[in-house]
């Protein structure tokens, strides 16, 4: 009997899972890429702690936004229970969980001890008084002896969570876009790219100091290669979904046909920023303006990719 297939656009997972997609991958990144630095290439506690509060912010957001869609709210308490990775090891929201329940929970005691010391956090009256409680300082000494295991364990988690956002899109095989290898690749390169934009406008806008130069010259580099990787993959997809399943070249009519995609993304999320950050690298820049236009346009073009993955994901349905 012959089957007639109709091809459709999803329509469950929309603007809002981009967003919790978004805010997942760049908090955790955001997190790993301050604690690293701080280990390895300058002693930062100012970044610490401004990437420590914005990365709960949001992913506290993205985790509520997910949250109140769920259909079942009390069916939360299962992924939060981590012995369900024995029965169920391919269950990625449960994954998910548990690498953004630890990497909060080291993230958050491996910076005590700069807020412990922080003169802005002991001037606050309430956070003040609690920051100089015994037990606080006790635990702060604490978390200085095994400061490096904390900072690692935090960027471990914060990597497998931004790790697992694609994961969790490529678990669709109904859906040809989503369920190939190079998903996972993708955001999490996006991920890394767009915390490093948020990092450079915090030291560009916010702390302001000299002798963060390098800093800043050493973000930009790296993140002029990841914006270079991120263009190899999307070049990888046009190909791939060109000759894949026709579902997937369902989803390649309306990305390669939609301005918002070739303009939006690939034009000013990915290659206005890309030369920016190039011509910054190489020959530098007399202001802060342009750096910090292509950190916004970097960030931007972070949520596009999300967006309009979500947007083009069709699926065969049999009529």
């Known amino acids: 009997m012959d089957v007639t297939m109709s091809y459709v ?7 809002w899972f981009a967003i919790y997609l978004f ?5 955790a990144a955001v997190m790993a890429v301050a604690f690293l630095t701080d280990i390895y290439r300058q002693k930062h506690p100012t970044l610490v702690i401004w990437a420590t509060l914005s990365s709960f ?17 009390l069916a939360v308490i299962h992924v939060l229970n981590p012995l369900v990775l024995l029965n ?16 909060m929970v080291w993230g958050a005691l491996y910076p005590l001890p700069y807020f412990v010391e922080s003169p802005a956090f002991q001037r606050l009256p309430l956070i003040g008084k609690i920051l100089q409680l015994p037990v606080v300082k006790n635990v702060a000494n604490l978390c200085l002896r095994y400061h490096k295991t904390l900072g690692w364990l935090a960027a471990i988690n914060g990597i497998g969570v931004a790790v697992y956002t694609g994961l969790l899109v490529q678990s669709f095989p109904a859906v040809g876009l989503w369920h190939n290898p190079g998903v996972p690749v993708l955001f999490t390169v996006s991920a890394f790219s767009t915390a490093l934009a948020y990092l450079l406008l915090v030291l560009n806008i916010f702390v302001k100091r000299p002798e963060d130069q390098a800093l800043r010259s050493f973000y930009e580099r790296s993140d002029v290669i990841l914006i270079a990787a991120e263009l190899v993959i999307i070049f990888s997809f046009f190909k791939y979904l060109q000759v894949g399943q026709v579902s997937a070249h369902k989803s390649f009519e309306l990305l390669w046909n939609d301005l918002g995609w070739l303009i939006g993304f690939i034009g000013f999320g990915l290659l ?3 030369f920016l950050e190039l011509k910054g690298v190489i020959r530098g820049w007399t202001s802060h303006a342009p750096i ?4 916004v346009l970097v960030l931007m073009g972070g949520y596009l990719l999300r967006h309009y993955f979500m947007y083009a994901g069709v699926y065969a349905h049999p009529w």
Request: charged share 10%; glycine share 12%; hydrophobic share 60%.
């Open 57 to 73: 912010v949001m992913l506290g957001a993205g985790s509520l936004m997910l949250f109140f869609h769920l259909l079942d709210h």
């Open 292 to 295: 910090v236009f292509a950190s």
């Open 88 to 103: 169920k090891p391919d269950a990625w929201i449960a994954w998910g969980t548990q690498f953004i329940t630890w990497m």
């Open 9 to 15: 656009t999803q329509d469950w997972w929309t603007w």
């Open 23 to 27: 805010l997942g991958g760049l908090g």
């Open 272 to 274: 206005v920023p890309f």
